[in-house]
């Protein structure tokens, strides 16, 4: 089985910087694309940034210049370093990854999602 589990979203005031983690783990054979994406209330879920496995990154218009998005391919794992925060990055954080795995009968590519992770900017 693969996971993919958060960290590092809280509190902080506007201005500030927070840096997510989502490490990926179980029978992983390789990793495509990984990127964040949010989710505000009463809002759709949107993507963020994402990153190829190459390292080509793609930004959401609202965060670029702000949010850096990278990877550790070595430890299978996605990071966000958000600066400038702003009240209207308030979301539940979500990591996403495009996945090979190996499964009992063969492999298998799929997306996978973490649990989220809760980021509030306060004005």
């Known amino acids: 089985q693969v996971q993919l589990v958060e960290s590092g979203g809280g509190l902080v005031q506007a201005g500030g910087s927070l840096r997510l983690s989502c490490v990926a783990s179980?029978?992983?054979?390789?990793?495509?694309?990984m990127g964040w994406y949010r989710q505000a209330p009463g809002k759709q879920r949107e993507l963020v940034a994402a990153?190829?496995?190459?390292?080509?990154?793609t930004y959401a218009d609202s965060v670029k210049g702000r949010f850096t998005i990278s990877r550790d391919n070595a430890k299978n794992t996605v990071y966000l370093q958000m600066n400038s925060l702003k009240p209207e990055d308030t979301a539940v954080y979500y990591c996403?990854?495009?996945?090979?795995?190996?499964?009992?009968?063969?492999?298998?590519?799929?997306?996978?999602w973490g649990q989220g992770t809760q980021v509030t900017v306060s004005s």
């Open positions: 996403n990854a495009n996945i090979f795995s190996s499964i009992s009968d063969g492999v298998r590519r799929r997306d996978y």
């Open positions: 179980g029978s992983i054979l390789s990793i495509n694309n």
């Open positions: 990153i190829a496995n190459s390292g080509t990154t």
